[in-house]
Nanobody, 123 residues
Framework: QVQLVESGGGLVQAGASLLLSCVAS????????MGWFRQAPGKDREFVAA???????AYADSVKDRFVVSRDNVKNTINLRMNSLGPDDTATYYC?????????????????WGQGTQVTVSS
């Protein structure tokens, strides 16, 4: 089991940028896929972005041209750079990890989850 701790959330105005980070308790080069999900009040948790060991990435259509996911296997972290934020991006953002990559990254079939970090975007 991998412990994941997110940071970087906050309250920003529409159009601003934020950088979320997730630190893993294990060396990330031992983890194939790491991802970001988000959940707004009253809504299901939804996929945001994922990155595999080879730095192949995937994004939800709603964030594809605005968010960038990256990983640093030296620092055991993944980051999510979020640009041009809007009120619809308001949610709790969760980091997730799974040791193997034989699954659909956009589904919540990850084995480890962080506690989440809140992002609130005001209009």
């Amino acid at each position: 089991q991998v412990q994941l701790v997110e940071s970087g959330g906050g309250l920003v105005q529409a159009g601003a940028s934020l950088l979320l980070s997730c630190v893993a308790s294990k060396r990330t080069f031992e983890i194939d896929v790491m991802g970001w999900f988000r959940q707004a009040p009253g809504k299901d948790r939804e996929f945001v972005a994922a990155i595999n060991w080879y730095n192949g990435s995937a994004y939800a259509d709603s964030v594809k041209d605005r968010f960038v996911v990256s990983r640093d296997n030296v620092k055991n972290t993944i980051n999510l750079r979020m640009n041009s934020l809007g009120p619809d991006d308001t949610a709790t953002y969760y980091c997730a990890a799974r040791r193997d990559g034989n699954f659909d990254y956009s589904t919540p079939d990850y084995t480890s989850w962080g506690q989440g970090t809140q992002v609130t975007v005001s209009s």
